[in-house]
């Protein structure tokens, strides 16, 4: 079965602009999160949407937002872009959320400059 | 403060020898998963551990999860050079609430 596609592969963006990435699940899936990954802090927990609507949310400002569509892709939008948000974004997917087995996809890597 | 203590940070192994990496938490957890990174590559799931004192072994990895539910540990048996990455522990930290978090990471390098 086809896995978790990231769109776009890499991105880079002047500070102050705004971004939107998108994220397909595997099809079943019905949960999915999103994670920021930097050398410095490792894997961050951003929010989870399940059934289009947002169950967790980690500790990042409301510049970071998501959504959900009917068919279980997400979109994830940062605004007003910071040089520190650099990094791998990441996308997983789940059949129910986190008890289950997330797959990534391949991540997007956003460059601010 | 930190929930997740994963040690140690880097381990380097000559090819043949063995490693471990240690997930430790200050709270009790429902579950804890294991994921693996290639350099330049996204996680990949490796297992999950559910129960209390479980043991599971994929070839050569040797997986546990402590009996008060609170570590974990992670054992790769004579090392080859296709297991070079980031070992990740993962688990629903703080109720879930923060999402599944994730220690860390042990890089490991194996050097020829």
């Known amino acids: 079965k086809a896995g978790v596609t990231q769109t776009p592969r890499y991105l880079i963006k002047t500070r102050g602009q705004q971004v939107t990435l998108s994220c397909s699940p595997i099809?079943?899936?019905?949960?999915v999160s999103w994670y920021q990954q930097t050398p410095g802090q490792g894997l961050q927990f951003l929010f989870e949407y399940f059934s289009e609507t947002q169950r967790n949310k980690g500790n990042f400002p409301g510049r970071f937002s998501g959504r959900q569509f009917s068919n279980s892709r997400s979109e994830m939008n940062v605004s007003t872009l910071e040089l520190g948000d650099s990094a791998l974004y990441l996308c997983?997917?789940?059949?129910?959320?986190?008890?289950?087995?997330?797959?990534f996809g391949q991540g997007t890597r956003l460059t601010v400059v | 403060g930190q929930q997740v203590m994963q040690i140690p940070q880097y381990q380097h192994v000559q090819e043949g020898e063995d490693f471990t990496t240690y997930c430790n938490s200050s709270?009790?957890?429902?579950?804890i998963q294991w994921y693996k990174q290639r350099p330049g590559g996204h996680p990949v799931f490796l297992i999950q551990?559910?129960?209390s004192g479980e043991v599971k072994k994929q070839k050569r990895l040797t997986f546990q999860f402590g009996e008060a539910k609170k570590n974990s540990s992670l054992h790769i048996t004579a090392t080859q050079t296709t297991d070079v990455g980031t070992y990740f522990c993962a688990g629903p930290w703080g109720g879930g609430a923060d999402g599944l978090t994730f220690g860390k990471g042990t890089h490991l390098i194996i050097q020829p």
């Open positions: 099809s079943g899936h019905r949960s």
């Open positions: 997983a997917s789940s059949f129910s959320g986190l008890d289950t087995e997330a797959f």
């Open positions: 709270t009790t957890l429902s579950n």
């Open positions: 551990l559910v129960k």
